[in-house]
């Protein structure tokens, strides 16, 4: 079965700097996706990026990076920059493409940026 | 440019009682799916739809039932809600089942089971 694990409670980073959430994830199927979503007080779950198995390249979306490490089967999710606004809970989730491919998450990282 | 909008945002109810949430999609999404998010355990999937009319069991089903009518629609019932069913429920639609493809969310329902 896939499991998803992400192993920092909390995250505290300055304003301005860059910070790194880890995850990692266990599956035997070659074709997978891996996604994170953001949560911020108000509740909602926003899609931020994804990564797809067979990509090469690490995915990127404005501020937010994956670092993909296929072998070691972890997608950290780098935000540069930090924001204020970014203080927020962070979900790590994957989808297998076999038959069984309902998106899995984490337990979440909660992210907070000081000022 | 609603996408996927749940009634009621929040809910308390006795031991015993009943409820339904209602998720509805303007995307024309084929998959939808309902998650239970509790402190520490990240999303988990209850039910999901692959079309109109059909439902399947996701991770944690029981206690729950669902409803796929129409296409744009998927409704959540609790038929005797518990104390354990306290939880933020959240309605999630696809374009497509595979792994690429994103959920996209409803702002969620909190719901307490006194």
């Known amino acids: 079965a896939q499991k998803i694990t992400q192993t920092q409670p909390g995250m505290f980073v300055q304003e301005k700097e860059a910070v790194t959430l880890d995850c990692t994830y266990d599956t035997s199927d070659p074709s997978y996706g891996l996604f994170w979503y953001k949560q911020p007080s108000s509740g909602e779950m926003i899609f931020l990026i994804y990564q797809g198995s067979y990509d090469q390249q690490n995915a990127t979306e404005g501020r937010y990076s994956l670092n993909f490490q296929k072998a070691r089967k972890s997608a950290n999710l780098v935000i540069s920059a930090s924001q204020l606004g970014d203080s927020a809970m962070y979900f790590c989730a994957m989808r297998e493409g076999g038959n069984n491919n309902d998106m899995r998450f984490g337990a979440g990282t909660r992210l907070t940026v000081k000022p | 440019n609603a996408g996927v909008t749940q009634t009621p945002k929040f809910r308390v109810l006795k031991t015993g009682q009943s409820m339904t949430l209602l998720c509805a999609q303007d995307m024309n999404h084929e998959y939808m799916y309902w998650y239970r998010q509790d402190p520490g355990m990240g999303l988990r999937l209850i039910h999901y739809s692959v079309g109109e009319g059909t439902t399947a069991k996701g991770e944690v089903p029981d206690g729950y039932n669902v409803s796929r009518l129409k296409k744009q629609n998927f409704l959540l019932g609790l038929e005797s809600a518990a104390p354990s069913q306290t939880s933020v429920y959240f309605c999630?639609?696809?374009?497509?089942?595979?792994?690429?493809?994103?959920?996209?969310f409803g702002n969620g329902t909190r719901l307490t089971v006194t």
């Open positions: 999630a639609s696809s374009y497509s089942r595979n792994y690429n493809s994103p959920l996209h």
